[in-house]
């Protein structure tokens, strides 16, 4: 009796050892786990995306924000809604990506950002294809943005002035007809610029605003004899209806300057600008930081686009019996 008491006490206290080592073992096995991050899932972020209507500078900088993310690892999935260039569906989408949630708002356009920017002070929104933040309300200023938007502009200081100088002493034009939708902020603040430097350089600007884009055609049509060539800036609603204006441009053998690379491809004289896509995925940069944690969007100044140069279009020059001269030192679109 008592060597089997012992004995049992022996093999319950072996019993307890054993399993004492096997639960700090599993502990083990699992701290290490999570210490690597394998036992972790991998977060999924959402991101809203509200654009204000179809045209190819906008897809093309949505093209560059997408591959920002995509080249930083982040697992993303994308909520897409766009206003089809009516106004009033810009309030319900920013109502609809702000229910839903999401992690981040990516707007692409001006007025995309300002609903975004109405519907909540909270989720983070990064914006581009935007001109003037500033004078549209969506950040106290470049540097100091405050609150919770931030993004990219799609013009440069030295666009407006080197195009005007080169449609006045390249060109020789005068006079310049500017087509574009007065209810845009975007277009407003655009206009307003080119008036004024264009009053310095003794040029003068003929106005043909329209409210949709089936009034584009007419509006360019208005302008024939008016003007000694046509100036389209980065409006929404003529940019997607840009080949109406070619067409008058060309029938009328009236110079177009554009304001970014897409109108030139798609039939504009020339434009100084840059790549949309570029802005895009500098906008997506910041999103990537601000998804990570590394940065709130009120410590992300309003960034600039970068490589300004001369892109012009050799079929629209032969079009309208223009000679493109070898000093301009312009790159040629496809």
Partial sequence: MKFSLKKSAIVLFSALLLASCGTQNEQKTSGGEAKGGDSKKEK?????????????????????????IEESGLKVEYDVQNAQNEQSNNTTI???????????????????????????????????????????????????????????IDTHPDAIPNTLKFMKEQLNIKKVGMVFNSGEQNSRAQVDNVKKLAGELGMEIKEASVATSADVKQATESLVGKVDGLYIISDNTVVSAFETVVSVANENKLPMMAAEFDSVKRGALGAYGFEYSD????????????????????????????????????????????????????EFSE
């Avoid at 209507?53 to 924000?65: I, K, R, Y």
């Fill in 94 to 152: 920013a109502n609809n990506l702000v229910s839903s949630n999401v992690d981040l708002i990516f707007a692409n356009s001006t007025p995309s950002a300002q609903a975004v920017a109405s519907a909540t002070k909270d989720i983070p929104i990064i914006f581009t294809s935007v001109t003037d933040p500033v004078g549209a309300e969506l950040v106290s200023s470049m540097e100091q943005p405050g609150a919770n938007v931030t993004g990219t």
């Fill in 44 to 68: 999924t972020y959402k991101i809203g995306v509200t654009q204000i209507v179809e045209h190819p500078s906008l897809n093309a900088a949505f093209d560059g924000f997408k591959k920002a």
């Fill in 279 to 330: 802005i895009g995925y500098e906008a997506g940069q910041m999103a990537v930081q601000i998804l990570k944690g590394e940065k709130k969007p009120s410590e992300l100044p309003v960034q600039l686009p970068q490589n300004l140069k001369l892109l012009m279009n050799k079929k629209t020059a032969e079009a309208i019996g223009l000679k493109v001269k070898d000093e301009w030192k312009a």
